[in-house]
Nanobody, 128 residues
Framework: QVRLWQSGGGSEQVGGSLRLSCAASGYTYMLHCMAWFRQAPGKAREGVAAITTGGGNTYYTDSVKGRFTIPQDNAENTLYLQMNSLKPEDTAMYYC?????????????????????WGQGTQVTVPS
């Protein structure tokens, strides 16, 4: 089993920066890729950024390219989401997710049912 514990988030002004953390514990060696999803009120949960744990391949949804990065610290089993140039439309609950299958290619990377492990969620608010 794997557990994911999130920290960070909060409220930040437009153009500011925030960093989210996701600490993994348990059988972390089983994980093939990890991702950040977000869900705004009344909207479906969407993939934001993802990374393969071994090769470090990264994926970003178009709306965050050039603003968000997804660094990982393998020694600490921690995933981050560095969010820069924040916009009001970034306001959402953010979730860390991980999967222990090799379905990490571009076709599968945003498929929520393929992620077995989820963090508890953390709120990010960017007032307009």
């Amino acid at each position: 089993q794997v557990r994911l514990w999130q920290s960070g988030g909060g409220s930040e002004q437009v153009g500011g920066s925030l960093r989210l953390s996701c600490a993994a514990s348990g059988y972390t060696y089983m994980l093939h890729c990890m991702a950040w999803f977000r869900q705004a009120p009344g909207k479906a949960r969407e993939g934001v950024a993802a990374i393969t744990t071994g090769g470090g391949n990264t994926y970003y949804t178009d709306s965050v390219k050039g603003r968000f990065t997804i660094p990982q610290d393998n020694a600490e089993n921690t995933l981050y989401l560095q969010m820069n140039s924040l916009k009001p439309e970034d306001t959402a609950m953010y979730y860390c997710a991980a999967k222990d299958t090799a379905l990490c290619g571009s076709w599968y990377i945003w498929l929520r049912p393929t992620y077995k492990y989820w963090g508890q969620g953390t709120q990010v608010t960017v007032p307009s």
